[in-house]
């Protein structure tokens, strides 16, 4: 009997409210409800994505699962432990053994530091191994993200745009992490530096075991790396499945009008798109029962006065719906991203045949 996978994190309950003054009315302060009561898990050796519009809570989730800033409630538990209730100075051990990639390559990296002293600051930090054997492990880094040693002595002003997010990666992975969440890790590179990038992410998910969290709007992205798919709205989550089911058979209103927005070459598909309508609601006041029911083209009076829970199965295809059983997804080809997903695959497939030849060339 195969044993189910461990769970790496649990996150229950989850909240981050930012305080931003006071009302109109006296006594009363106003709060940014940037997360509001998320709940999932992450396996272990798993790719989990999380997408959404912009606005929708994700980075502010990644910076609450790393204990960044603090949660206003909820648990984060990692390997069983909640990290949401340790103390500052009990963190840094956890701290190692987490890490992220930013978004922007250039502005997560200090200007004023070679490429050398930004890989060896975090094994300095945690004390790792000697000053040689910190040498050693910068080196080796740079070899596995695709860089030369050479560049140690170098700033990241004398890089491209993928050659930082290849530092920042090996910077993440100086003190050895088991878990590490990428903030929108490709969103500022160009199309073809993406798939070199994902494909490296990929092929050290599988050689150092990693385990991969990635915020992300690019749907091609979540459908070429991710194992399952949690879809967010407004501070809430709304959907959670495995990323084919998600991809094939989408059962949220909000994730559907997500996957009618990939643009796709056939017109008769677009024809059939299921575009939404109005503004996102302010996370300042959302609304009351279900918070996409404002925009949603099924709404009905529950929908209006009663939240929705996540059901029937959270851990399965949990989606956060009175009425996802009688709602049919628009029709359209295959499945969303096909198109720029295939691109990716194909790409991932010269970048492993050119690592096969590098590896056995020592041999010839």
Not at 5 to 17: A, D, R, V
Not at 67 to 93: C, K, N, W, Y
Not at 168 to 194: F, M, T, W
Not at 324 to 352: F, G, K, T
Request: proline share 8%; hydrophobic share 40%; glycine share 8%.
């Amino acid at each position: 009997m195969t044993m189910p996978p461990e769970n790496i994190l649990e996150i229950n309950g989850l909240t981050k409210h930012f305080a931003t003054g006071k009302s109109l009315l006296p006594g009363i302060g106003r709060s940014v409800k940037a997360v509001d009561g998320v709940s999932f898990t992450v396996r272990k050796g798993e790719t989990l994505a999380i997408v959404g519009e912009s606005g929708c809570g994700k980075s502010t989730l990644a910076r609450l699962i790393l204990r960044l800033i603090d949660p206003t409630g909820g648990t984060v538990r990692f390997h069983g432990q909640d990290i949401a209730s340790v103390r500052e100075r009990d963190m840094r051990p956890l701290r190692a053994r987490m890490q992220m990639i930013f978004q922007d390559p250039f502005a997560s990296l200090n200007p004023r530091m070679t490429v050398g002293e930004i890989l060896t600051e975090p094994m300095r930090v945690h004390k790792l191994g000697s000053r040689r054997e910190q040498r050693e492990r910068m080196a080796e880094l740079l070899e596995l993200v695709g860089l030369s040693a050479r560049h140690a002595d170098r700033y990241p002003h004398e890089f491209s745009g993928g050659q930082r997010q290849r530092i920042g990666i090996a910077r993440a992975l100086a003190a050895g992490p088991e878990l590490v969440i990428g903030d929108e890790p490709v969103s500022a590179l160009d199309v073809s530096v993406q798939a070199q990038v994902i494909n490296l992410l990929e092929d050290l998910k599988q050689r150092l075991g990693l385990t991969l969290v990635i915020i992300s709007h690019d749907l091609a992205v979540v459908r070429h790396m991710s194992d399952r798919v949690g879809v967010m709205y407004l501070g809430k989550m709304v959907e959670l499945a495995d990323t084919n089911a998600l991809f094939t058979a989408p059962r949220h209103p909000y994730t559907q009008a997500l996957m009618s927005a990939v643009p796709l070459p056939d017109p008769m598909a677009r024809a059939n798109r299921q575009l939404l309508e109005g503004d996102v609601p302010s996370p300042l006041n959302p609304p009351s029962g279900c918070r996409f029911h404002t925009r949603c083209p099924h709404v009905r009076d529950r929908c209006r006065t009663e939240e929705p829970v996540m059901g029937p199965n959270a851990e399965d295809h949990g989606v956060a719906c009175h009425f996802w059983r009688e709602i049919e997804a628009p029709p359209r080809p295959d499945a969303a991203a096909r198109p720029i997903s295939a691109v990716y695959a194909r790409r991932r497939a010269l970048y492993m045949e050119r690592r096969a030849l590098q590896e056995e060339a020592p041999a010839l």
